[in-house]
């Protein structure tokens, strides 16, 4: 997606006005509580080195949060402050997986989960159903999770995520949960499979604080999982990053510490926003689901033309979007859009997907 927006602004320099709805990047500004907690630190000089594992003061209020939203407390030593949930996906199978070994990966999912697979040398199983995974259990190390799910939106049922639990216990497997959009459901319900054994077996939590507090560009989240895998994560830390910069830790605070009605406010705005991105889809001929959660909108291409030709045709008409194909091969006939943009930006990208459409 990164290159997908570096294209594009080079094509703005150019002078192409371009609309963008390629990144998950919300476009609500980042709460001025997490702010002053970043102010307050520097005047305090809380500037040198924290705790690798993360300071105090933010390992508390999450443990009081995991309490409150998945009904268990971790310990201190289950948790670990990261620079950003991605770096979470990377720890959890760098240090849970050997090369050569297999995980299970949702196709479309998340474009990381392929790259660090990769990188790792461990082979990505792609799946794309509940029922799908049934299928594939045998000699994987490791299942990962995503809901509400990026790109499709889609949010497992409770009875779904007991299923993929049930099966990881009796093959001796790896949870991996990416619960990034946790917060960002529309009509249903969140479940999490950490619900099951607390963290403290085989379930791994992916989270952050880039969504629900609009802080993409802060590079904080928070890993929960068993006591001994979370202490050598925090080895791999220690060697990668040394510890997460300690204002950025004091802006997490304040940020959990706040009232968290703004978040629902974000939601009630996000879901007028995903109503005006669908409708406005189906007005130009381009038919869309509901997404449960998230906020994307996951746009089957045009019949007769692939993800990557249809969103090339979007960027010469000013429109920026990223192809399903970099989110498995299940998503090659599709298209993401991000609809966490001002209200202005998605009506003009739906002017210009009308004209676009036009020129098929």
Request: a negative charge; aromatic letters at 10%; hydrophobic letters at 40%.
């Amino acid at each position: 997606m990164f290159q997908i927006m570096s294209q594009a602004k080079e094509m703005e320099k150019s002078g192409s006005p371009m609309t963008h709805f390629e990144l998950g990047d919300p476009s609500f500004d980042t709460p001025w509580e997490a702010k002053a907690g970043v102010f307050e630190a520097l005047i305090a000089n809380k500037t040198h080195y924290a705790p690798s594992r993360g300071i105090p003061e933010l390992l508390e209020i999450a443990q009081d949060v995991t309490e409150k939203s998945r009904g268990f407390r971790p310990t201190k030593e289950q948790l670990l402050v990261t620079p950003g949930a991605n770096w979470q996906i990377y720890a959890a199978i760098a240090c849970t997986c050997n090369p050569g070994d297999c995980v299970l990966v949702p196709d479309p999912g998340f474009v990381s989960y392929w790259s660090i697979c990769r990188m790792l040398g461990v082979k990505a199983i792609p799946y794309s159903s509940v029922a799908d995974i049934g299928k594939k259990l045998y000699k994987n190390k490791m299942i990962i999770v995503n809901s509400p799910n990026n790109p499709t939106g889609e949010v497992l049922s409770n009875d779904d995520v007991l299923t993929i639990y049930g099966w990881a216990k009796y093959y001796g497997m790896w949870i991996l949960s990416d619960e990034i959009y946790a917060r960002m459901i529309y009509e249903k319900s969140f479940a999490s499979p950490s619900k099951q054994d607390a963290c403290t077996e085989r379930t791994i939590i992916v989270n952050g604080f880039s969504k629900s507090y609009a802080m993409t560009g802060w590079r904080l989240g928070v890993m929960t999982g068993p006591e001994e895998l979370m202490a050598k994560c925090q080895l791999l830390l220690e060697t990668e990053q040394s510890c997460v910069s300690t204002p950025v830790q004091y802006a997490g605070v304040e940020a959990l510490c706040m009232s968290q009605w703004i978040i629902k406010d974000m939601v009630n705005s996000l879901a007028e926003k995903r109503h005006d991105m669908i409708e406005g889809l189906w007005k130009v001929d381009l038919s869309c689901k509901y997404p449960d959660g998230a906020f994307y909108a996951w746009v089957p291409a045009p019949r007769g033309y692939s993800g990557d030709v249809f969103a090339e045709h979007l960027l010469k008409h000013g429109v920026v979007v990223t192809p399903g194909s970099v989110f498995g091969n299940n998503g090659v006939g599709h298209i993401r859009i991000c609809f966490a943009v001002d209200t202005n930006v998605i009506a003009e990208g739906l002017k210009k997907m009308a004209k676009a459409m036009e020129a098929l």
